[in-house]
């Protein structure tokens, strides 16, 4: 069975950090693009950032840039976002996603909610 499953979510103050994983069953990463998505309370879900299956190329959106980092460790089979100088405006649930194209196969994670607040 095919599963990602997020974690590392939590309640932090503005300016903290926290640190999300996305590991995979039942599959390897490492032939995969990831994402991390986001979700608050009212709003569609949006990009946050993405890693390359090969190269490991990353981009973020432009209200994470310099705050974000994403990586991979193939050996753990994670992929992880790392979050710092959080704002309230990050508050929501946060997704992971694989996709490979040949053969397409494209998987979400259940989420895992990330609140900022004082």
């Known amino acids: 069975q095919l599963q990602l499953v997020e974690s590392g979510g939590g309640l932090v103050q503005p300016g903290g950090s926290l640190r999300l994983s996305c590991t995979a069953s039942g599959f390897t990463l490492d032939s995969h693009g990831i994402g991390w998505f986001r979700q608050a309370p009212g709003k569609e879900r949006e990009g946050v950032s993405c890693i390359s299956s090969s190269e490991g190329h990353t981009n973020f959106a432009d209200s994470v840039k310099g705050r974000f980092t994403i990586s991979r460790d193939n050996a753990k089979n994670t992929v992880y976002l790392a979050m710092n100088s959080l704002k309230p405006e990050d508050t929501a649930v946060y997704y992971c996603?694989?996709?490979?194209?040949?053969?397409?196969?494209?998987?979400w994670g259940q989420g895992t909610q990330v609140t900022v607040s004082s």
């Open positions: 996603n694989a996709e490979r194209f040949y053969p397409y196969t494209n998987s």
